[in-house]
């Protein structure tokens, strides 16, 4: 099998390293570089990160699927996952989408009071 990796994710890795040596984890720079490194990061390494992810009880269930069969995730099912207050993920959340969009990506298919009908059942 030929996992092909574009160029754009070692450059965007070794980029997100200096900034987490240079200014720490929680500096909004290291946080957008770690945003576009995940952005480049090929899908094989992706499925790995989400399989381990999941072995460390790191995500929580899914909260429901779109009628597509896509999963949904709500936010107050993260926060409880992660023992935070609701108001906390929901600042982490409009953090991340702001970070997304300094470095020039789309927010699309996050939904923020959405009315979207989500199946219980997969």
């Not at 770690?34 to 399989?51: D, G, N, R, S, W």
């Not at 993920?89 to 009315?115: P, T």
Request: aromatic share 8%.
């Amino acid at each position: 099998m030929n996992n092909h990796v574009n160029p754009e994710f070692f450059k965007a890795f070794d980029h997100y390293k200096a900034m987490l040596k240079q200014y720490g984890d929680d500096h909004p720079i290291t946080e957008q570089a770690l945003i576009l490194t995940m952005h480049y990061t090929p899908e094989h390494i992706k499925a790995e990160m989400h399989t381990k992810a999941k072995e460390l009880n790191l995500l929580p269930p899914v909260s429901g699927y779109t009628d597509d069969g896509e999963p949904m995730y709500r936010l107050e099912d993260i926060a409880q996952h992660l023992g935070m207050s609701f108001e906390d993920a929901e600042q982490h959340l409009l953090q991340m989408m702001d970070n997304r969009q300094k470095v020039g990506l789309s927010n699309d298919g996050i939904l923020i009071n959405s009315n979207i009908h989500i199946n219980r059942v997969q």
